[in-house]
């Protein structure tokens, strides 16, 4: 039945690019500011926006300005959430150093979450807070996309834009009017959007059972189409009232990736060749695709040690048969499989299934696409940069090889721009690495552990991988919510997001400052079956090197021991 895992991922792929092409040539517009005459009238009336231009260090210091007050106010919001209205359950205050924790992986596109957000956060907290920071930071991420379009397609120094413009425009004429109609569309779905506190109901053993509700619709929409993966409850979106049907979920998979696979679109034309853009979305898909297919594969064998148990668990017309364990049956292996590669192929986290369950292969695959540096397609803005820094690295690679200076799109790479790449791709990994050595060094960091082996490092490094690299999920068994954890993945958040965002702005202030050069005959063509080959190769290559040794002591050792019990 592995034909029904092809023709599920077959009709994703088309859709997701059938609704991606109209949105990345709308998304043109706020590229070039070249918006409707009568939002550009109201802008000017109401005086809401100071348009004037800023170079790159201006930008990135309101980014971070911005951020970090927002981090202020998210943290103090949930230290006074006892005494804050909207709060029918009375829930307390939140612990300080989860507080700090969750203001971060918020305002980082994170949302890493070591809580259960429906016995911990009010609704206010939930709207107000973290709903609120679902908007800003995916906001955040678009706008730094933007500005390195920008420097490609203009020359100037002060052409980059101005940094709270784009935030209000792609909140408010993007995220905010689509998130809107999601949300209704979710409700009539049957996701929960209520102040309700709770529903009680017979449970089957009789005894009453209290069902949290909450304004959960409007929430998860954005929660998906920001890439920012943070539920309501704390299942996810393997709770039934974040994703109820098999459309939602198929929903909510495309809205993962509309917005990365737009911005592909939206960059091949504002850089005035298509070709481009179309190299990025074949580059992306093609990884894609091929993580897609390993984890079904994986997820279809089931497990070894449940072999010689009456257990079917081949496929067959009555059952899905394979690893079945943490996933919903109302989903099953595929939709199981395809979510979790796309969920961690962008920065979103968010989960139908749980991951900890996943056979060794099928959770290595998550983990190595979030360790990629979260560029197969990516969350909103920081997967489309973030690939075109292993863009500047294959051309710089390529120069090499034929003994020209690098250039890409008639403007050349020369070595401060090398340097702020280098820095951009090796911060996630140094902190992924350094995170979890002193993880596993330090009693502190292994009293989180449920698991030993193999497998209790994996979840380690999973976790130390996701918030590196602002994913958000986790390999569940891990316990977060400790002192340790709270402040070491704390910092890698932060790092992580504008370790990587300031050296990309960078990039973008020396790129705009360079006039366009005409391509020669030894131009290297940056489209092309050749160049996404070696795109790929490039992007395998550094994750290869950099990971193999950890990867080896996690989930490859644990699936060479349960193969060889069995």
Request: proline share 5%.
């Amino acid at each position: 039945m592995f034909s029904s895992g092809i023709l599920l991922l077959t009709s994703y792929m088309v859709v997701l690019l059938l609704l991606a092409w109209p949105l990345g040539i709308a998304l043109t517009r706020l590229v070039d500011d070249r918006l409707p005459l009568g939002l550009l009238r109201f802008e000017s009336r109401m005086k809401i926006l100071d348009n004037s231009p800023m170079n790159w260090q201006t930008y990135a210091a309101a980014i971070l300005v911005f951020n970090i007050l927002g981090a202020a106010v998210l943290f103090l919001m949930m230290l006074f959430q006892g005494v804050l209205p909207l709060n029918p359950m009375h829930l307390p205050a939140v612990e300080p150093l989860l507080a700090m924790n969750t203001a971060i992986s918020f305002i980082t596109n994170t949302n890493w979450q070591a809580y259960a957000g429906e016995t911990t956060l009010s609704p206010l907290t939930q709207m107000m807070g973290l709903t609120v920071h679902n908007f800003l930071s995916a906001a955040n991420g678009i706008a730094v996309a933007f500005v390195l379009m920008r420097a490609f397609a203009r020359t100037g120094g002060k052409q980059l834009g101005n940094a709270w413009t784009d935030i209000w425009r792609i909140t408010v004429y993007l995220l905010l009017p689509i998130s809107i109609v999601y949300a209704l569309f979710l409700s009539q779905q049957g996701v929960v959007q209520t102040f309700m506190a709770q529903i009680s109901v017979p449970g089957l053993n009789g005894i009453e059972q209290h069902i949290p509700l909450g304004p959960v619709a409007s929430q998860e929409a954005i929660k998906m189409l920001g890439t920012n993966g943070g539920g309501y409850f704390n299942a996810n979106s393997a709770h039934p009232f974040e994703n109820p049907t098999a459309l939602t979920n198929f929903v909510q998979m495309i809205s993962i990736l509309l917005i990365p696979a737009a911005l592909c679109i939206c960059f091949g034309r504002i850089a005035g060749d298509n070709r481009v853009g179309s190299a990025l979305l074949w580059t992306m898909g093609i990884m894609l695709v091929g993580a897609a297919l390993v984890i079904m594969w994986a997820e279809s064998q089931g497990h070894p040690l449940l072999a010689h148990l009456p257990i079917d668990q081949q496929m067959s017309a009555l059952q899905s048969g394979g690893n079945m364990e943490g996933k919903e049956t109302r989903f099953g292996i595929w939709a199981s499989s395809l979510f979790a590669t796309i969920t961690t192929a962008a920065s979103c986290g968010a989960v139908n299934a749980m991951h900890d369950s996943f056979t060794p292969l099928g959770g290595l695959i998550p983990m190595v696409l979030m360790q990629l540096g979260e560029v197969v397609f990516g969350g909103v803005g920081s997967g489309w940069y973030g690939m075109m820094l292993f863009v500047f690295l294959t051309v710089f690679l390529a120069g090499l090889m034929i003994g020209r200076t690098p250039e890409y799109l008639g403007k050349k790479i020369e070595i401060y721009e090398m340097k702020m790449v280098t820095i951009a791709i090796l911060i996630p990994p140094a902190l992924v690495l350094l995170g979890t050595a002193l993880a596993v060094m330090l009693p502190q960091g292994l009293v989180s552990l449920h698991e030993s082996g193999p497998h209790g490092f994996s979840e380690i490094l999973y976790a130390f991988s996701s918030a590196a690299n602002n994913n958000g999920s986790a390999f569940a068994g891990l316990n977060g919510n400790t002192p340790f954890m709270n402040i070491t993945l704390a910092v890698l958040m932060f790092v992580g997001r504008f370790g990587v965002m300031v050296p990309v702005l960078a990039i973008a202030g020396a790129l705009i400052e360079k006039r366009h050069q005409p391509s020669g005959a030894g131009s290297l063509a940056c489209h092309g079956p050749l160049f996404v080959g070696m795109l790929i190769g490039v992007v395998l290559l550094i994750g290869a090197l950099t990971f193999i040794p950890a990867l080896a002591l996690g989930p490859v050792v644990e699936h060479l021991t349960l193969w060889q019990i069995h």
